[in-house]
């Protein structure tokens, strides 16, 4: 397995660090695989990604009980999200072309999106034109996910609430 390094730093590999840091605010949970993180704009409610930990370039990096660790972790997260947000399904997306780096993108579907939007995958909202991510905002989404995926038994302790180390 290839795990994180310095010299071929990528957003995921920065994410994660400052989620290990209690750096980064947009952390709702850590799995057995990785963390959970908001995604930086809410182009829909509840858009989560999955970053493992360590950081490995692809899927196929991981040797086959640390797949399918992170798969399942995928489907358990898609499965918390569509509790907690009462969406209608569950779109995953493991890319990896943008950023060479493992990450899944769960992104919560409603039946009261823009009927242009309903069939069309997520990449076509203006994601710059959607809400960032706010703590103050979202954080009750994000305690909520927290307690659903502490309550499925997947959640692991984390030493720092997120974002509390984040002015230092």
């Not at 930990?53 to 009980?65: E, I, K, Y």
């Not at 898609?78 to 995953?92: C, E």
């Not at 999106?113 to 809400?131: C, F, I, K, L, V």
């Not at 305690?143 to 995926?149: G, I, K, N, V, Y």
Request: hydrophobic content about 45%.
């Amino acid at each position: 397995m290839t795990v994180d390094r310095n010299d071929s730093q990528t957003a995921i590999h920065r994410q994660v660090a400052a989620a290990r840091a209690g750096k980064e605010v947009r952390v709702a949970a850590r799995l057995f695989s990785g963390w959970v993180v908001f995604g930086e704009r809410q182009f829909v409610r509840g858009y989560v990604l999955l970053l493992p930990d360590p950081v490995v370039p692809s899927l196929n990096s991981l040797a086959s009980q640390e797949r399918a660790q992170f798969l399942s972790d995928m489907a358990r997260l898609g499965d918390a999200v569509l509790k907690v947000t009462g969406a209608a399904r569950i779109n995953y997306a493991i890319l990896g072309n943008a950023e060479p780096a493992l990450h899944a993108h769960v992104i919560p579907r409603y039946a009261n999106e823009p009927e242009s939007m309903r069939t069309a995958h997520p990449w076509a909202y203006d994601w710059a034109a959607a809400p960032a991510f706010d703590r103050a905002i979202h954080g009750p989404l994000a305690e909520s996910l927290r307690a659903e995926l502490t309550r499925m038994g997947v959640a692991k302790p984390m030493r720092f609430d997120p974002g509390a180390n984040a002015g230092g």
